[in-house]
């Protein structure tokens, strides 16, 4: 099989490239011949004829350029949709019409829309395949206090979405002086988006990063990853949290893995509850390439 993946890479590091980034390695282990465009220049490789190709853009125009282009080098054309909403504008109903299938990345996301795509799928943003081992960089960030529980909040940048602050950092800053004081909050804010916010929090009770960092090395010098996003797809950094033994509390905006310790979203008295009363991570395993090659396979075998 051959395939055609239509995105970009790290760097910038984020939970679109890091997901590719770990596809890439999965269909590596598996030795599917695989080509990546990541950006006009690259472009001259659409003079080749594929199997599939698997578009990874948000932004409604870029997905249905991706669709038209790799529609005319591929015998099957699909999209994974980040994120949870997909709006019903013009752009986005050609590209259902295009699409062969769709790769949805949680069961929340699946009710929404399935009824709308031809063939489609559940699979999480990672593959087991793409984490031949967990490869932790020895850096260390925090200076660990015995007597501090130490929660990380991640924030990619100060984005908006119906007035809701995506990454859930307005929602941890405004309550976070109301919890228990032995609570250490380590906030990575790697574009420094809330620096002016953070004043506000008791800096005995706060680290602060505003640069970026070996993500795996923090997450293994912290006790609690949370989640408190007012959108999602499936969080890496979330199933990444899990791999490594962490306790993770998020938002239940979407489904999240059964180890996941949800509370409502936006419900402060819910969130301090449920953090209070977290479970022990019993393992988590994410899913495999092999699902994703199957589904590929599925709509190879179908008659246009």
């Not at 489609?120 to 793409?130: A, D, K, Q």
């Not at 890496?236 to 310790?261: F, H, I, N, Y």
């Amino acid at each position: 099989m051959k395939i055609l993946i239509f995105s970009s890479l790290p760097p910038p590091i984020g939970g679109v490239t890091k997901s590719v980034q770990n596809l890439l390695q999965a269909l590596k282990v598996k030795k599917i011949d695989t080509t990546v465009i990541t950006n006009y220049s690259s472009y001259k490789l659409l003079f080749k004829h594929y199997d599939v190709s698997h578009i990874h853009y948000s932004k409604s125009w870029k997905r249905l350029l991706g669709l038209i282009l790799g529609k005319l080098v591929a015998k099957k054309v699909i999209f994974t949709l980040h994120g949870n909403n997909y709006k019903e504008d013009f752009l986005n109903r050609l590209s259902i019409k295009l699409a062969d299938g769709v790769i949805f990345l949680n069961k929340t996301v699946e009710s929404k829309y399935s009824s709308k795509f031809k063939n489609h799928i559940v699979l999480g943003s990672i593959f087991v395949e793409g984490i031949t081992q967990i490869n932790i960089v020895n850096k260390k960030y925090i200076q660990y206090k015995s007597d501090k529980i130490y929660l990380l909040v991640y924030v990619f940048n100060r984005q908006y979405l119906d007035s809701k602050d995506i990454y859930g950092a307005d929602f941890i800053l405004e309550n976070f002086s109301k919890l228990n004081n032995r609570y250490m909050l380590v906030l990575l804010d790697i574009n420094g988006a809330y620096r002016k916010e953070i004043k506000a929090i008791n800096q005995d009770s706060l680290i602060y990063i505003d640069h970026e960092v070996d993500f795996l090395s923090l997450l293994s010098e912290i006790d609690i990853y949370v989640r408190p996003t007012t959108t999602d797809g499936s969080s890496v950094a979330v199933q990444e949290a899990l791999m490594l033994g962490k306790k993770v509390l998020a938002s239940d905006v979407v489904e999240r893995p059964a180890e996941v310790t949800l509370y409502r979203s936006g419900d402060f008295e819910d969130f301090k509850e449920k953090l209070e009363n977290l479970k022990e991570t019993e393992g988590f395993t994410p899913n495999s390439i092999d699902d994703y090659l199957a589904f590929c396979n599925q709509l190879l075998d179908k008659k246009k």
